[in-house]
């Protein structure tokens, strides 16, 4: 069965760090656009960021340089590094793959991230 699975969420002070990682399993992230997408208490889910085939790459406007996407498709893993967390970026962080020609397409069951003193 194909799917996405996150890891790497977990509780961190305001200014820390967390690494998400986006793994595919049964599938490969060739071809693929992977997503990195928040839902944050009382907000709609928003992009965190992508990266296409060409390496491309996409930020949501409150990100604002602290963090960063990188793909390694040898290794079919899609890692997002956040750094300088604030408290407003606490929710569930989801990966989503869908291939370029618009299937297949992948949600994973979501990372919590909580950023808290």
């Known amino acids: 069965q194909a799917e996405v699975v996150e890891s790497g969420g977990g509780l961190v002070q305001p200014g820390g760090s967390l690494r998400l990682s986006c793994a595919a399993a049964?599938?490969?992230?060739?071809?693929?656009?992977v997503n990195w997408y928040r839902q944050t208490p009382g907000k709609e889910r928003e992009l965190v960021a992508l990266?296409?085939?060409?390496?491309?790459?996409q930020y949501g406007d409150f990100v604002k340089g602290r963090f960063s996407i990188s793909r390694d498709d040898a290794k079919n893993m899609v890692t997002l590094q956040m750094d300088n967390l604030k408290p407003e970026d606490t929710g569930v962080y989801y990966c989503?793959?869908?291939?370029?020609?618009?299937?297949?397409?992948?949600w994973g069951q979501g990372t919590q991230v909580t950023v808290s003193s």
């Open positions: 989503y793959s869908i291939h370029r020609m618009g299937a297949p397409s992948f």
């Open positions: 049964g599938f490969t992230f060739n071809g693929h656009i």
């Open positions: 990266v296409t085939t060409s390496n491309y790459k």
